[in-house]
């Protein structure tokens, strides 16, 4: 990985996009933007009650975090976005083409416990299934790694820019 990449740290609720995506930048030496402030009030309001979110709420959402991401083509950057859905990363995509993704995964039953113990987020755990549900997993033509989100997050973080830098270029993935 010569060039920075602009990369879209994704997965369900409770992965450690928030974690991972911070430590991930730094050691990429790159901003990082985080996924959640570009949520609208109304769509927090509806999450913090439960209530899961629609492709309508997401629309805006995803056209803010894509924004972002090609702002900082050629320069590098890291942002945090559930984009569960192939359609959600192709709106990121037409937005900023050059995008990588980094699907953190783990077990159910991990990615749980960790909801149940973080303080003062408005994504409740009972939300878990719905993302579960949702979730379409990287296809072969996207550019992409998975990392398992085992262990503590330095480690993951390091797992993480392990799969990245063996990525082609920017450049060498836009022809």
Not at 59 to 66: F, Q, R, T
Not at 81 to 99: C, N, T, V
Not at 152 to 165: C, H, K, T, V, Y
């Amino acid at each position: 990985m010569n060039t920075p990449h602009v990369v879209v740290v994704m997965g369900v609720a409770g992965t450690g996009k928030t974690t991972i995506g911070p430590l991930l930048a730094e050691r990429l030496g790159v901003p990082y933007a985080e996924g959640d402030d570009f949520h609208p009030p109304a769509n927090i309001a509806k999450m913090s009650a439960g209530t899961p979110l629609e492709d309508a709420d997401r629309w805006p959402w995803l056209d803010a975090i894509g924004r972002w991401a090609h702002s900082r083509a050629g320069l590098g950057g890291v942002v945090s976005s559930s984009a569960l859905k192939r359609s959600y990363r192709d709106r990121l995509r037409a937005e900023a083409p050059g995008a990588v993704f980094v699907h953190l995964t783990g077990d159910r039953a991990l990615i749980e416990s960790r909801m149940s113990h973080r303080q003062g987020h408005f994504m409740p755990a009972k939300l878990l299934d719905s993302q579960f549900a949702t979730l379409q997993p990287l296809g072969p033509d996207e550019l992409g790694v998975e990392v398992d989100v085992s262990g503590g997050p330095e480690e993951i973080a390091d797992r993480a820019l392990e799969a990245l830098r063996a990525l082609p270029s920017p450049e060498a993935t836009a022809s």
